[in-house]
């Protein structure tokens, strides 16, 4: 923020002044480089308040729908939904306003809420704008980049914006010949420049504190296999977007408008996407950068990727935290231990797992250990409506979670779970054109991210040790935990020898417990083993389970192991 700020000394005073400013300068941007720390707790609202608003009394309907939010998630800045990016949930005269086009009204998606607004004179980003300033909240206007919800260049879907449809040669060119792309093409003039009016137009109209680009949906801006090669086009888009708000900013005589990136799970993935992210830091373009999945929360995420650039710069390093733990996997095993923890909306497998309080303390330790100021809060605020996700017990659950992580302090103020999930198993089922995500290989994430693998033991490897990688904030500078570890191999018979090591330190065999599966997962044959953290060898923060298991034969299913869970209740000096 310093340096944003000389900017305008430097327009406004001119170099006498910068002298001075330079000599602060001095002396504070060590402090902000080696202990910097931010307040700044982000919440994304998806705009779900429209597509379940009536057409009377909307305002009134989106203020109460706000206030949930405010109640019950701990926040400083609130990010809306503002484009996606050429249709809009304003009313806009640049980009396409979502279902305007039509001759009748939709009755869906965003229609309901963009329609009754507009009855009153007002829009959501006005509305919005105006209560959560009120309640002391910054507020930036979110730009998808590239949102593809639809899965095809047709006139009848609402998300198709207008602007596609006109201009079907910008649409990218993907290498695997999918017929299904809808993104367009960064590398034309055309779309940046379409797009870049659009966030000038929010700037210039709504009295938001600035933007926030979403370059993780869907992280297409460029052909898949061509990413690196096109970044500079995006750095030069970067630089563009960045002069705008200065200049803007200038001339109205406000403060620097703040520009957030949330950008794909590490710094490869991002070169995936065309984003050279070292460069946008680097250059004091940002104010922060949120590292983000795809769609869930990860304890494994590399932040430390990406702080060991952003800290020194000074910019806030934000991790994204979602309602969702698991990922797409819908099959076997069925979840039974999780009660409200467990989505009403999905089947019961990894797919349905809900973030829990604990849960959500391990991984955001996590987070913290690695490098994280702050935590961004991604897909909450759809449930503080009518869904049947937004159940008071939900709501209450939601709450809990959120306020266990707002700080280092707070989430050491009760117990963690470090919880590990196969979150790339069942991707090459959404290839498309059942979906067009960026990236559809088994094992890794729509944005391109290896994820944990099963570890599945083949007949020819009876006795081989294989290893199990998880990483876990508790333990790394060697002090005791408190707890316990679980987790489950499936298609293990009940008497089949197993040894276990952790980092290479072999466990006793007596204090390693096993059950048959069936209390808290079902649907599979196998055994659950547990160990009491006291007995467990040092962790070290990137740790390996180690799994060596002999009469393996080829006429049973290989066993695998792909879910391991590890409860601290306590660590000393903590």
């Not at 304003?90 to 229609?111: H, I, M, S």
Request: charged content about 25%; some cysteine.
């Amino acid at each position: 923020m310093l340096i944003q700020n000389l900017r305008h000394v430097i327009r406004d005073g001119g170099w006498p002044v910068v002298f001075l400013v330079l000599t602060m300068l001095s002396s504070t941007r060590i402090v902000a480089a080696e202990d910097h720390k931010t307040s700044r707790i982000i919440f994304n609202d998806d705009a779900q308040v429209l597509s379940e608003a009536p057409l009377e009394e909307t305002s009134a309907f989106v203020r109460g729908w706000l206030d949930r939010e405010v109640a019950h998630v701990p926040f400083t800045t609130f990010v809306f939904l503002a484009a996606t990016p050429d249709i809009c949930t304003y009313q806009t005269k640049v980009g396409e306003t979502f279902g305007a086009r039509f001759p009748q009204p939709l009755n869906t998606g965003w229609d309901p809420g963009i329609r009754g607004l507009a009855s009153e004179g007002t829009d959501a980003l006005k509305v919005v704008t105006q209560h959560m300033k009120s309640k002391g909240k910054e507020v930036l206007a979110a730009i998808r980049m590239s949102d593809t919800h639809h899965r095809s260049l047709d006139p009848s879907m609402p998300l198709c914006s207008k602007f596609a449809l006109d201009n079907p040669q910008y649409v990218i060119q993907q290498p695997d010949g999918r017929s299904n792309e809808t993104a367009l093409d960064y590398s034309y003039s055309q779309v940046r420049d379409h797009r870049f009016e659009i966030m000038k137009e929010i700037v210039k109209n709504y009295d938001v504190d600035g933007l926030e680009l979403n370059f993780v949906r869907w992280a297409k801006h460029f052909p898949r296999d061509r990413g690196r090669q096109n970044a500079s086009t995006m750095t030069d888009y970067l630089k563009r977007i960045r002069k705008l708000l200065d200049r803007l900013a200038t001339e109205r005589g406000k403060s620097p408008y703040i520009l957030g990136v949330r950008v794909p799970e590490s710094v490869e993935c991002c070169w995936l996407a065309g984003i050279d992210i070292e460069t946008w830091v680097s250059s004091k373009w940002v104010d922060y950068v949120v590292v983000s999945t795809w769609n869930n929360t990860d304890p494994q995420l590399p932040i430390e990727e990406f702080s060991r650039f952003t800290k020194p710069a000074g910019v806030d390093t934000v991790v994204v935290m979602g309602n969702m733990i698991g990922a797409v996997w819908q099959g076997t095993p069925t979840i039974l231990d999780r009660g409200i923890a467990m989505s009403s909306k999905h089947a019961n497998g990894y797919v349905g797992m809900l973030i829990n309080e604990s849960e959500a303390r391990g991984t955001a330790a996590n987070y913290f250990a690695w490098g994280a100021d702050t935590i961004s809060f991604w897909n909450v605020g759809i449930h503080f409506g009518r869904e049947k996700t937004a159940a008071p017990e939900q709501r209450n659950r939601i709450r809990r979670w959120t306020h266990a992580v707002l700080d280092r302090e707070s989430v050491y103020q009760g117990p963690r779970t470090y919880r590990f999930l196969p979150m790339g198993k069942g991707m090459n089922t959404r290839r498309p054109p059942l979906r067009n995500y960026p990236w559809y290989d088994e094992g890794y994430s729509p944005l391109g991210q290896r994820n944990i693998q099963p570890v599945q033991f083949l007949p020819e490897e009876s006795g081989k040790r294989k290893q199990y990688p998880f990483r876990m904030a508790d333990g790394r500078n060697g002090e005791k935990l408190t707890g316990k570890m679980q987790f489950w191999i499936y298609h293990l018979s009940e008497n089949q020898p197993v040894s276990l090591d952790l980092n290479g330190i072999r466990f006793d065999p007596a204090v390693v417990h096993r059950f048959p599966i069936g209390s808290k997962r079902s649907g599979l044959s196998g055994q659950r083993f547990e160990i009491d953290l006291s007995f467990c060898p040092p962790f070290r923060g990137n740790n390996q389970l180690g799994i060596a298991i002999r009469g393996l034969d080829a006429l049973r299913p290989s066993p695998y192991l792909e879910e391991l869970e590890v409860m601290v209740h306590s660590s000393e000096g903590k």
